[in-house]
């Protein structure tokens, strides 16, 4: 059975992801490598500009949705 991770003290949690943090990029470099020899991966790089991206509708259900602007409607292009 799993401990009450909430009445667990944080320092210990700390000081476990500050060793982490000190050896991150051996860690990542050793996952990295397993993984793709494990499940034969190819290396690539995928970019992918969300400069244009949008919301379509109201989508009323994201709280972020009202902060955006339309780079459709212009001063000189009518937006209705």
């Known amino acids: 059975m799993l401990p009450d ?3 667990l003290p944080l320092a ?8 982490l ?3 991150r990029a051996v860690i990542e470099q050793t996952v ?11 290396w690539t790089v995928t970019l992918y500009d969300l400069t244009n991206t949008f919301f379509e509708g ?6 972020k949705a009202p902060r955006g602007h339309s ?4 001063p000189s292009n009518s937006c209705n």
């Open 32 to 42: 990295f490598t397993r993984v793709s020899d494990l499940f034969g991966l190819a």
């Open 5 to 7: 991770f909430a009445t």
């Open 21 to 23: 943090m000190r050896h």
């Open 71 to 74: 780079n459709r409607c212009w």
């Open 12 to 19: 210990p949690f700390y000081r476990a992801a500050d060793l």
């Open 58 to 63: 109201a989508a009323v259900g994201n709280p």
